[in-house]
């Protein structure tokens, strides 16, 4: 398995409060990635980085905030919960460049968030 | 914009039966294709990919797929199927020149096998 951790696996907050889910690595992988996963959706993408404090939107990206200051850390911020936030937010890494595996990519154990 | 359509929402099978999931994706250039599987309360796990050649590709647990390009399609097949591949299945694609690797999901498709 890749080396992806993410913190806390599982959270339960109020609507209007700030919440910040983790994601680390021990890839030293440049590319990092957030998704959520939703019944009916399947996983959409919400930000991704492609380096240390280089990050872009992805499809549902209102409501979010993303940070990387190192490139082990990529840190998913929702800066006013709302219920319809309420998912399982996983993080991915892309394959190393140069090798076969540059074009998949790898999820962590996932963090399962509810706003009440 | 790519797109991914899975045609199944959910499917039930018996032990040993066959099984086949579809998968339809709109870009009109090169793509990297993928499926993964969720297995319940885990993280999606790479099933297969095609990224070039043989359009016949074979993965783990004895699944298969075949891109046919004419079609836009990449349907996981398994001769036959056991209780352990109760999982979700999701279908996946990006570009091979896209810099960003940027992957595009399909909805999924909830597979549950009966003993």
Redesign the interface.
């Known amino acids: 398995d890749a080396g992806i951790t993410q913190s806390p696996r599982h959270k339960v907050t109020e609507t209007g409060t700030p919440v910040t889910l983790r994601c680390h690595q021990t890839e030293n992988h440049r590319?990092m990635?957030w998704y959520r996963q939703d019944p009916?959706?399947?996983?959409?993408?919400i930000h991704?980085s492609?380096g240390v404090k280089d990050t872009?939107k992805?499809e549902v990206s209102d409501g979010y905030s993303v940070s990387r200051s190192k490139t082990e850390d990529f840190l998913l911020t929702l800066e006013s919960a709302t219920s319809s936030q309420t998912s399982v937010y996983?993080c991915a890494i892309?394959g190393a460049p140069g090798q076969?595996s540059?074009?998949?990519?790898?999820?962590?154990?996932?963090t399962r968030l509810t706003v009440l | 914009a790519q797109s991914v359509s899975q045609h199944n929402h959910h499917v039930i099978l018996s032990e040993a039966a066959s099984l086949e999931l579809g998968c339809n994706y709109s870009y009109g250039g090169t793509v990297n294709l993928f499926w993964y599987v969720q297995y319940p309360g885990q993280h999606l796990q790479l099933l297969l990919k095609y990224f070039s050649g043989d359009p016949l590709v074979k993965g783990i647990k004895g699944f298969e797929a075949e891109f046919i390009k004419s079609k836009f399609s990449f349907n996981l097949r398994k001769p036959s199927v056991q209780w352990s591949d109760t999982a979700e299945y999701f279908c996946a694609v990006n570009s091979p020149g896209g810099s960003q690797g940027n992957l595009i999901f399909g909805k999924g498709t909830k597979l549950s096998v009966k003993p």
Do not use: C, I
């Open positions: 590319y990635y009916g959706h399947g996983l959409r993408l991704y492609y872009d992805g996983f892309r076969p540059y074009n998949e990519q790898f999820f962590g154990p996932g």
